[in-house]
């Protein structure tokens, strides 16, 4: 991603939370490329410009998108998990299955415009799925980026020391490397 001047720097390793927070603005960056491009295209052949941020959108998340879900499942959802209620185990188990359904989704999106890239066209009934998935993913993003921000990592803050989010930050470098 391009770097904006005036722009918050990225959060370091010692702040996962904000970590986090940065990856969702990302998410919400690359996503909205793939919706744009579906919502412009129509029946052309993808230009020079559309297919490089398409690929670049569809790489991000084969590799940031998946090791975010990673960081959530593996590093942050555990501990909290431990020290929540029931209400919030709920709660957890439903972002889980917003990765599951989200999963489901790149996978027919990155379907579709590979194919849109191999082949130049995309025919009617393809382009409408990807304006469905797409649609689809934007919505399921919504909720739940508001969901973990406003709710889970505030929480996170509150229920987890130092030496939990410091444990997590661990963890998430060791993802990186």
């Known amino acids: 991603m391009a770097i904006q001047i005036g722009a918050k720097p990225d959060s370091g390793f010692d702040d996962p939370i904000g970590m986090l927070k940065d990856c969702h603005r990302r998410i919400e960056h690359f996503l909205n490329i793939l919706c744009t491009v579906a919502e412009r295209v129509g029946d052309r052949s993808l230009t020079e410009e559309e297919h490089s941020a398409v690929k670049a959108a569809l790489q991000y998340f084969h590799t940031g998108g998946e090791r975010h879900t990673l960081d959530e499942e593996e590093s942050l959802f555990p501990r909290l998990a431990s020290a929540a209620g ?26 579709l415009y590979t194919s849109w ?61």
């Open 86 to 111: 029931e209400d919030d185990r709920r709660m957890m188990e439903r972002l889980e299955g917003d990765h599951a359904h989200a999963s489901e989704l790149h996978a027919s999106v990155d379907w």
């Open 117 to 177: 890239i191999t082949d130049g066209v995309l025919e009617r009934a393809d382009q409408e799925r990807l304006l469905s998935r797409t649609a689809s993913l934007r919505q399921l993003y919504k909720d739940h980026i508001e969901m973990e921000e406003n709710v889970v990592f505030p929480r996170a803050v509150e229920m987890l020391d130092g030496d939990a989010l410091a444990a997590i930050g661990n963890e998430f470098s060791a993802r990186r490397r």
